[in-house]
Structures are given as structure tokens and as C-alpha cells.
């Protein structure tokens, strides 16, 4: 047996002792059995034994057993809830992110609180949101098409509501709804009012007195909330809400649109772009409501 370095020959002995020792240890017996044991298996004694048995655990009550699994599936809804992605188109195209700024607490109320229903509730969202922006029209995006699409926004949006809010959150989610629509009525509004005195002072340098008496007239009719524009708005918005179904919506579309005065058919091509309008907005409707059926 080689020296250990460092350490003096009395300790080594002991070391070499007490090892040869241990090596030599007779087996042990278990007390029970009678059986011998293995030098490396411990044995225990009756008395740890029944230590052991008071240590262990009793089974547990079936209230017990019923809040563990209740506390397991929580944990697992907590590991499989939705998450708002920011990525969104609904979030990201400059056509809509600005409506749907106010959009994720509606998002958050996604009924059955899965990552597939809050993703297509965006994808659907968005697409409502993009069909009702101004500018992007095939035939008409004048004032009147403009009350068509927000009132045809409203109530697609409160039907997307009606698919994938639960019924105890639909009145919150359709607040947050009109809230956005109400936004886009008041910015409206301030353009048709911004538009109205532009008129005026143009009337005032350029124009008659004839000019500048109707410019101020319609100025004021724009205050009150009596102008074209505005009584257009009304009337749809009413057509949409109160019809007993979205034909009629569209009959009262059209007389609102045949109504637009017309002097010398001067507005007539303005007139027959909103009625072709009309009819892209009546096959979008019964497009979005065959993909809401789905």
C-alpha cells in the first residue's frame, strides 16, 4: 500500500485499520425476518419503524382530493389563457390601428378565453374596421356613404360582440363598441363644422351676397345639428338600430340617398355613386354574415 503524502505513519495506520475494519463487519440480521442483510443494507429497528409509520401521511378526504383537482385545472386554464398580440393587423394597419386603439379590454372579454376564438375575434375586427374606412370606396366616398359605413360598422361590430363576448359582458363590450363609433361621429362632426366656416370665409372674400347668406345659413344649420350631412347620419343610424331586418336598412339607405337635393341634376352622379356604393355595402352584409354563421 503506497504512502499517503503529508500525512505521518501512526495516522496512516489507523486509517488502514479502522478501513480493514469496516470491510470485515459481520452482515446484520433483520430483526423480523431472520434474514441476513448485505453489509451495505441498513437496518431498522422496530422502534424507527414505527416512527416511520406515524410520519406517514394519512390518505386524503375526498374534499381534499376535490380542491387538489380543482387547483390543477386552475393552474392549467392559467397556463392556457389567451394572450392580446399586439401584432394584430387590427393593431398594426394605419387604416384601422387608430379605431382599435380602444379595442383590447374587448379583446380580453373573448368568451371562451382560448388563443384560436381572441385571434379570429381580431382578425374579424379588423376586417369590420376596414371595409368602414372612408377613401378606400369603389364607387362613392362622399359625406352620405360615409353615414352608410359607420352605421353598417356599428352593427357588425355589435354582432361580432354577440358571437364571442359572454352574454354578462356583452353590455361592457358594446359600450367600449359605441364608444369607438362615438369618437369617429365627433371627428365627423368637427370636419363638417371645420368645412362649414371654410365655406363662409370663402363666400366672404370671393362670393355674392347670395353666397355668403346660404354659406352662413349652412353654417348655422351645422351648429344646430340640422345640416345634410347630419340628418343623413341620424336617419341611418336609426335605420340600422330600429329595422326589423337589414333590408329595410338598406330601402331606408336608398330613399336617404334619393332624397339628396338635386337642382339642375347637378348631384345626379353623386347620387348614383352612393346607390352603386349602397349595393357593395349590402354584398359585404350578407358576405359577413354568412362567415359569422360559420
Known amino acids: 500500500m503506497g504512502v499517503i503524502s503529508g500525512v505521518t505513519d501512526s495516522v496512516a495506520g489507523r486509517y488502514v485499520a479502522t478501513t480493514a475494519g469496516a470491510a470485515n463487519a459481520a452482515p446484520a440480521t433483520e430483526s423480523i425476518t431472520g434474514k ?31 380542491n387538489n383537482l380543482k387547483d ?12 392580446i ?7 398594426n394597419d394605419p387604416q384601422t390601428n387608430w379605431d382599435a386603439r380602444t379595442f383590447p379590454p374587448l379583446l ?15 382578425a374579424d375586427l379588423h376586417e369590420v374596421l376596414a371595409q368602414g ?44 363598441v359605441d364608444g369607438m363609433i362615438d ?28 353666397m355668403q347668406s346660404e354659406a ?22 336609426a335605420a340600422t338600430k330600429l329595422s326589423s331586418n337589414m333590408a329595410e336598412t338598406f330601402s331606408a339607405f336608398a330613399r336617404v340617398i334619393n332624397a339628396t337635393p338635386n337642382p339642375d341634376n347637378k348631384a345626379q352622379p353623386s347620387i348614383d355613386g352612393a ?9 359585404q352584409w350578407d358576405d359577413f354574415m354568412k362567415k359569422l354563421a360559420e
Not at 110 to 122: C, E, G, L, V, Y
Not at 149 to 155: I, N, R, V
Not at 216 to 237: C, D, F, H, I, N
Open 36 to 66: 441476513t442483510l448485505p453489509a451495505s443494507v441498513v437496518a431498522i429497528s422496530p422502534e424507527g419503524r414505527a416512527r416511520l409509520a406515524q410520519a406517514t401521511a394519512e390518505p386524503l378526504t375526498a374534499e381534499q382530493q376535490e
Open 72 to 83: 390543477l385545472h386552475a393552474g392549467k386554464s392559467a397556463s392556457q389563457t389567451a394572450v
Open 85 to 91: 398580440n399586439l401584432g394584430y393587423d387590427l393593431f
Open 108 to 122: 380580453g372579454m373573448t368568451r371562451d378565453n382560448t388563443q384560436a376564438s381572441m385571434d379570429k375575434f381580431a
Open 133 to 176: 374606412q372612408m377613401g378606400r370606396n369603389q364607387y362613392d366616398n362622399s359625406d352620405t356613404s360615409e353615414a352608410m359605413a359607420l352605421s353598417l360598422t356599428q352593427a357588425k361590430l355589435q354582432k361580432l360582440v354577440e358571437k364571442y363576448v359572454a352574454p354578462d359582458q356583452q353590455q361592457q363590450a358594446t359600450k367600449i
Open 183 to 210: 369618437d369617429k361621429i365627433a371627428e365627423r362632426e368637427e370636419r363638417t363644422l371645420l368645412s362649414a366656416q371654410g365655406m363662409l370665409d370663402i363666400a366672404r372674400q370671393y362670393g355674392t351676397g347670395t
Open 216 to 237: 352662413r345659413q349652412y353654417l348655422e344649420q351645422v351648429k344646430s345639428g340640422t345640416a345634410r350631412p347630419q340628418v343623413e347620419l341620424t336617419t341611418m343610424l
Open 275 to 283: 346607390l352603386k356604393q349602397l349595393e357593395v355595402y349590402r354584398q
